[in-house]
């Protein structure tokens, strides 16, 4: 590939993406296709420039990825990891970055989490050499490989990633900012699986009081902190605030019942299971059959940005 061709390449990666920001997403994939076709054909060992194809490679598994033709994105994504491995020296490190993060959510939406988390790792490798770093990108990359450990059960390397990340978005975006509630209530979500019930409970109050200075009252993640708050306080045996913190979450969560029912029952079956430990239990069954059949799930948040 030309000098001349690979600008060419580049100026037609920007149009590409431009109709795939506008929402043309059709359009963005078929020319995605077409130009990776041709810069396939223009490429040459004896000349330079394949940082441009393996960019073009990623930019299309990304479309396809979005528009949900997994196989296909997987397919490219490989061909630029193959690729980019043998040429690593000639590719500059946001490039091959990029790549590995792109490969890795593609991986996480698929659920292969162990798959995944070597990517992430590797993307984060790649954008700490880069001079500045990008933190904030570093920051997402770390809290998503601490939800991978979290629920693979590395807990101690789950905290450390939380906690790079935490560091940042406190350094970049103050220590009252919606990311550092998001990646404390990931935090503190770690700590009660890990049997630090104490620990739990100081992340969990940290992100409830950033969230309810932040966000609006009825906020869904403000009663998605309550209820985590709850279930902690109910495991330290308060059942007074647990109890209060339950029926906070569960007012919320009401409000959007029709778009999320999934959370208030979990946080309703909840509730009622803590009536029962507290010696309630002709109050528990009349609020389940007043809330109807639980469903759980209730839990972490995923990239903070």
């Not at 990666?13 to 506008?22: C, D, L, P």
């Not at 103050?174 to 700590?191: F, K, P, R, W």
């Not at 569960?250 to 959007?256: A, E, P, Q, T």
Request: proline share 3%; hydrophobic share 35%.
């Amino acid at each position: 590939m030309t000098s001349e061709q690979a600008k060419l390449f580049e100026v037609l990666q920007g149009r590409i993406e431009a109709h795939f920001q506008e929402g043309e997403t059709e359009e963005a994939r078929r020319m995605a296709g077409k130009a990776v076709g041709a810069a396939r054909r223009a490429l040459d060992p004896e000349q330079e420039h394949f940082g441009i194809y393996v960019s073009l490679l990623r930019q299309t598994a990304e479309i396809n990825r979005h528009e949900g033709k997994m196989e296909v994105a997987e397919a490219l994504f490989r061909e630029a990891l193959e690729y980019a491995g043998a040429h690593a020296g000639d590719l500059d490190p946001e490039n091959l970055a990029r790549l590995h993060n792109s490969y890795a959510v593609l991986l996480d939406l698929k659920g292969e989490e162990a798959e995944a988390a070597p990517h992430y790792e590797e993307a984060i490798s790649r954008l700490e050499s880069l001079e500045p770093a990008p933190e904030e990108d570093i920051a997402n990359i770390a809290n998503n490989l601490g939800m991978i450990y979290r629920r693979q059960g590395t807990f101690d390397r789950a905290e450390g990633f939380y906690q790079q990340a935490v560091h940042i978005f406190e350094r970049l975006d103050g220590e009252e900012s919606l990311n550092v509630a998001t990646v404390c209530n990931n935090l503190g979500s770690l700590y009660w699986a890990w049997g630090h019930p104490e620990m739990a409970r100081d992340y969990h109050v940290r992100a409830l009081k950033i969230r309810r200075d932040q966000l609006p009252k009825d906020h869904h993640d403000i009663g998605q902190s309550a209820c985590n708050l709850a279930a902690v306080y109910q495991d330290l045996g308060d059942f007074e605030k647990a109890g209060k913190n339950y029926e906070r979450a569960l007012g919320i969560l009401k409000k959007s019942f029709d778009e999320d029912p999934d959370s208030y029952y979990a946080v309703a079956s909840n509730y009622a299971d803590l009536l029962e430990a507290n010696g309630q239990a002709a109050k528990a069954e009349v609020f389940r059959q007043r809330t109807g059949e639980p469903i759980p799930g209730v839990g972490e948040n995923s990239s903070a940005a």
